[in-house]
Every structure is written in structure tokens, then in C-alpha cells.
């Protein structure tokens, strides 16, 4: 397992963009499956994005495909989310994930950050 630590998160206008970084440490990720997803008080844990492989291929939820972009620096073991033209719908709790086996559910990741709280203000 690796340990993930989230930041970036804030309260922002609808339209603004956010930056999450996930801090990655305990041992080299570039085998894992990195994701973000998120959770609305109220409602159950949604994939958001997802990178894996040595081509850093990258899928998307379709509620955020082509605002939201996921990208990795290895070097700095770092994770990112990069948000943007945001609406108050992604409001949620973002989570940072990794795992061997990767996927858009939750049981395919068995390291989890703590998470930041994403607030999109109308």
C-alpha cells in the first residue's frame, strides 16, 4: 500500500478552476492505478477520474469529461486534478486512491486519502 495525502481544496464561483494535488509516498506509484473520485453529503462514492499505465492513459466520468483533466509527475510523486468552468454540482469531498487493480468502482483501490472539500458556490 501507498499513503495519499490530498490538498488543494476550497470554495470557489461557479466557473472558477481548482488545482487538487495528492501526495504520494511509501513507494513508487508508477505501477498503480491512480484515481479521484468524489462524495456529496448524502450520497455514495463516485469515480471521477482515473490514470494507469507507462502511457498514462486517463478515463473520465462523463459529468466531468473535458473540464476535469487527471495527470501525474512520477518523479515528484504527485497526483493531480486539474478543475475547471466548475459548477456547484461538484460540490463533494475529493478523494485521492490508489491500487493494483484499478477501475471506476471503489473496491478496485485499497489505498485512500483523507480527502479536501471541493465548494462550488452559484
Known amino acids: 500500500q501507498v499513503q495519499l495525502v490530498e490538498s488543494g481544496g476550497g470554495l470557489v464561483q461557479a466557473g472558477d478552476s481548482l488545482r487538487l494535488s495528492c501526495a504520494v509516498s511509501?513507494?513508487?506509484?508508477?505501477?498503480?492505478?491512480m484515481a479521484w473520485f468524489r462524495q456529496a453529503p448524502g450520497k455514495e462514492r463516485e469515480f471521477v477520474a482515473l490514470?494507469?499505465?507507462?502511457?498514462?492513459?486517463?478515463w473520465y466520468a462523463d459529468s466531468v469529461a473535458g473540464r476535469f483533466a487527471i495527470s501525474r509527475d512520477i518523479a515528484k510523486n504527485l497526483v493531480y486534478l486539474q478543475m475547471n468552468s466548475l459548477k456547484p454540482e461538484d460540490t463533494a469531498a475529493y478523494y485521492c486512491?490508489?491500487?493494483?487493480?484499478?477501475?471506476?468502482?471503489?473496491?478496485?483501490?485499497?489505498?485512500w486519502g483523507q480527502g479536501t472539500q471541493v465548494t462550488v458556490s452559484s
Open positions: 490514470i494507469r499505465g507507462s502511457g498514462a492513459r486517463t
Open positions: 486512491a490508489a491500487g493494483l487493480y484499478g477501475g471506476q468502482g471503489v473496491t478496485g483501490y485499497d489505498s
Open positions: 511509501g513507494r513508487s506509484f508508477s505501477s498503480y492505478a
